[in-house]
């Protein structure tokens, strides 16, 4: 699938040199066709390494996509250059009155604060309330699985005993759901947390449905019977040495992590990360934009949210 952005970002000649088809602002505009609207609001710290990690599983379906990366505006961000952020990043404030097809929220470093404590937690609101009535699915990841749980359900995160990091053995519990669709009985994934949500609060709650878990991980994916939210518990979207830098950099900074589990080949960090998740990784995104967006957004962004008025 052909994914349009800025040419000048950086990660556009990163995914080019991995074959994966980037379009250039030019070439899209002379093509008559409805391409979906995808934003991505990235609060990761490293914003360039989970742009190409989100850009890749993007591209693994025939549709095309113009994306789009939001920041907040409440939020003041040291780890990436204001000059980057203002030629690649739209301030939400700005994009209230558009509609996308599609949001991704990804996760963040701040899960051992409150949800109420994290300085962006108003905004971050603000922008859930929103997604409801001008996007047709969003995709919440890890800690913004969390805090979406919280905000539209109040499930509340718990504390782990001791940080989840490695890669885990889940369970497909409806192989005839349409995001499950494709998938093994057995599929391993990413994690990386400190906190969790209980099983049974889940279950608990009408409205959601638990697609996959892990005997040692949880609960893993999860969607609203609406079928306009999905919440991923974990990180499928790491690349094979992610969880190997935050690895060597909690070892600097003296933190003495555990081994992430079932990660590197025989347990040797000298021998390498085993990439044992990227197939279920694409399945997924791929189900995600095709089953729960492509086939059921309105032709018209200006229709999103109106689907109701409209049948009547």
């Not at 994966?20 to 991505?40: C, G, K, S, W």
């Not at 518990?233 to 040495?241: A, T, V, W």
């Amino acid at each position: 699938m052909p994914i349009r952005i800025n040419q000048k970002m950086p990660v556009f000649h990163r995914l080019e040199a991995e074959n994966i088809f980037v379009m250039p602002e030019q070439r899209a505009a002379t093509q008559d066709i409805r391409e979906l609207q995808i934003a991505i609001l990235n609060i990761m710290p490293k914003k360039e390494d989970t742009e190409l990690q989100l850009l890749r599983l993007l591209s693994n379906t025939p549709l095309q996509v113009r994306v789009t990366f939001l920041r907040l505006d409440s939020h003041q961000y040291k780890n990436t250059p204001e000059e980057y952020l203002r030629q690649f990043y739209k301030p939400f404030s700005e994009m209230k009155e558009h509609r996308f097809d599609g949001l991704i929220i990804t996760g963040a470093p701040v899960e051992n604060l409150p949800f109420e404590a994290v300085d962006y937690w108003e905004e971050l609101k603000e922008i859930m309330r929103w997604s409801d009535d001008h996007v047709t699915s969003t995709v919440y990841i890890c800690w913004a699985a969390q805090a979406g749980l919280y905000f539209h359900y109040g499930i509340e995160k718990h504390a782990l005993p001791a940080k989840l990091s490695g890669i885990y053995r889940h369970t497909t519990l409806y192989r005839d759901e349409i995001l499950t669709r494709g998938f093994n009985d057995r599929f391993f994934a990413p994690h990386s947390r400190y906190t969790g949500v209980d099983k049974e609060d889940v279950q608990n709650e009408p409205s959601l449905t638990v697609l996959a878990e892990a005997d040692d991980a949880g609960v893993y994916l999860i969607e609203d019977k609406q079928h306009n939210r999905v919440f991923i518990c974990g990180h499928p979207e790491y690349s094979r040495m992610t969880l190997d830098a935050e690895y060597n950099r909690d070892l600097k900074k003296g933190i003495h992590p555990a081994l992430p589990v079932h990660y590197y080949r025989d347990d040797d960090p000298k021998k390498g990360p085993v990439f044992q998740w990227k197939a279920h990784a694409f399945l997924l995104f791929s189900n995600w934009l095709n089953y729960r967006v492509y086939q059921v957004t309105p032709y018209r962004l200006d229709e999103i949210g109106h689907e109701e008025e409209q049948s009547c």
